[in-house]
């Protein structure tokens, strides 16, 4: 797993003394069957509804069609996002993102935007597209900031019946690039 892994420096909490940062280190991997307990505790604590389940985390990475990075501070999981990819499309979808409060607006989760992006150009894709709540000011900024454009909306879209709004970013694709994001093949393909 060794070249697979990337480390980042990230300004974190708390503030040392004199307002200098504490640099926290993160590290960005594949997410592999022992993450599954934390990745379904973090889809507890961030989301009421349209959670993911161990069971479907557990399938998920056995799909070659699917990538969770998650990203690691010491024995912690911070976040994580989860891609799917389908056959014969160039697009990419972000299906889900979320950060542990814990390590909540430190970058982390403009950061793990931006290595799904990597993933999915490196994957050959020109297009990464996401859904997310109306309500969910947050993420737009977030998606907004980092060069989403809005492109639709589907009405009553979640199980409480709110609204997503579709957003989508242009990618340079970089076919042939093996990426260090990409776990080991686990299963069949599909
Ligand atoms: C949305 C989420 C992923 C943001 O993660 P984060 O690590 O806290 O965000 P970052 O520190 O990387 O901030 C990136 C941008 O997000 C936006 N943002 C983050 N926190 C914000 C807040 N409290 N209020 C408004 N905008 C905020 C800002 O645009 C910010 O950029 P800026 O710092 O230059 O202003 C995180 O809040 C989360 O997991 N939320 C719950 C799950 C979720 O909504 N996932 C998205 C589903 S589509």
């Known amino acids: 797993m060794g070249e697979k892994k990337q480390q980042s420096l990230i300004p974190a909490p708390p503030y040392g003394p004199r ?9 960005f991997r594949p997410a592999i069957a022992s993450d599954v307990d934390a990745l379904a505790a973090l889809e507890r604590e961030t989301f009421e509804s349209d959670r993911i389940s161990r069971t479907s985390f557990h399938r998920l990475l056995r799909r070659r ?26 697009a990419a979808r972000l299906y889900s993102l979320a950060v542990d409060k814990a390590f909540a607006g430190i970058g982390l989760g403009r950061a793990l935007l931006a290595q799904a992006e990597e993933l999915a150009a490196q994957r050959g894709c020109r297009e990464l597209r996401l859904e997310v709540r109306l309500d969910n000011m947050k993420a737009r900024a977030l998606y907004e900031k980092a060069g989403y454009t809005l492109f639709g909306r589907r009405d009553s879209y979640y199980s ?21 994001l990409e776990r080991p093949q686990l299963g069949t393909a599909r």
């Not at 307002?19 to 590290?27: D, N, S, T």
């Not at 069609?65 to 499309?89: H, K, M, P, Q, W």
């Not at 340079?172 to 990426?179: E, W």
């Open 160 to 180: 409480d019946g709110e609204a997503a709004l579709r957003y989508r970013k242009a990618l340079t694709p970089r076919r042939g690039r093996s990426s260090r």
């Open 65 to 90: 069609s699917a990538a969770t990075i998650v990203a690691r501070s010491d024995a912690s999981l911070a976040g994580y996002a989860l891609l799917l990819f389908r056959e014969r499309t160039s």
């Open 19 to 27: 307002g200098f940062q504490v640099l926290m280190r993160v590290e």
